[in-house]
């Protein structure tokens, strides 16, 4: 019975529960009684499970915030954009309309369009990566979820184990079958938490290049776009 108490503390990180394992133990010398092993399995499961479903409610609060990081990201991206454009923006528009013999060859809304579809452009990258993370996120997240759900599943599933002919103890195959089947989950369960994981520091790490490089495009366009206005002006004034 140390094999439990070993895999329940490793799996549940609390004291709290690896009192419970030994209950368990305590409960093992009564195995004839089919009972209170039922119970105590139950519980166990039970508190995985719970254990279980606090981890993924840390992960899922992780990757909201990243989603929401990024989508943040892509707004202010942009809107700073704008923002630096529009006063030279609308003091050529002023001039223009003073002017009406400038004649020039484009409107305010190409203008705007424009400018709108090359700073659309810069936030590319991150759109893509924002799109590609909610996908793998949602994978990822059902992935351990998967597990949680065989755990929940597992005392049932060993309640119908035939005991074994040279098992004296008619319970026991089904605790060893409950402790096999844990270990297991357990294993692809801290397996597809560290591919989670990782997923989020990656991104994290994506999504910082990528706004980097998002307001070098941004101050390019910026300046394209400024540069462009003010020789309008400078002809519109001659
Ligand atoms: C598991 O969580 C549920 C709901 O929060 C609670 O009612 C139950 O007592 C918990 N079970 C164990 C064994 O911790
Ligand atoms: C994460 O976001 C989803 C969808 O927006 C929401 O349903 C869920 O409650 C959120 N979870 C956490 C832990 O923030
Ligand atoms: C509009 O965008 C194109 C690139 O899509 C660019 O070559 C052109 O110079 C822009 N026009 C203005 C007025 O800046």
Redesign the pocket.
């Known amino acids: 019975m140390s094999q439990t108490i070993g895999m329940l503390c490793l799996l549940s990180l609390t004291l709290a529960n690896c009192q419970v394992v030994r209950f368990e133990t305590e409960m093992d010398s009564d195995t004839t009684n089919y009972g209170p092993v039922s119970m105590v399995v139950d519980n166990l499961a039970e508190t995985a499970v719970n254990v279980s479903k606090d981890s993924i ?2 992960l ?2 992780k ?3 990243t ?1 929401q990081d990024i989508a943040g990201n892509i707004e202010v991206l942009t809107a700073n954009g704008m923002a630096q454009l529009s006063d030279v923006i609308y003091e050529t528009n002023q001039l223009m309309v003073a002017n009406p013999d400038c004649n020039v060859a484009w409107s305010l809304d190409e203008l705007n369009e424009n400018v709108t579809y090359q700073l659309g452009d810069c936030t590319g990258g991150l759109e893509s990566l924002l799109q590609d993370f909610r996908q793998e996120a949602q994978v990822a997240l059902s992935r351990v979820q998967g597990f949680v759900q065989q755990m929940a599943q597992l005392p049932a599933k060993c309640q119908t184990l035939v005991p074994l002919p040279l098992n004296p103890s008619p319970s026991s195959g089904g605790v060893v079958c409950f402790i096999n089947a844990m270990a297991e989950i357990n294993r692809g369960m801290a397996q597809s938490m560290h591919i989670a994981s990782q997923l989020l520091v990656q991104t994290h790490r994506t999504a910082e290049e990528l706004v980097e490089q998002a307001q070098e495009c941004r101050a390019a366009v910026v300046q394209q776009i400024g540069d462009f206005l003010r020789e309008e002006q400078d002809q519109c004034q001659q």
């Open positions: 409610d840390q899922e609060g990757m909201n915030r989603r």
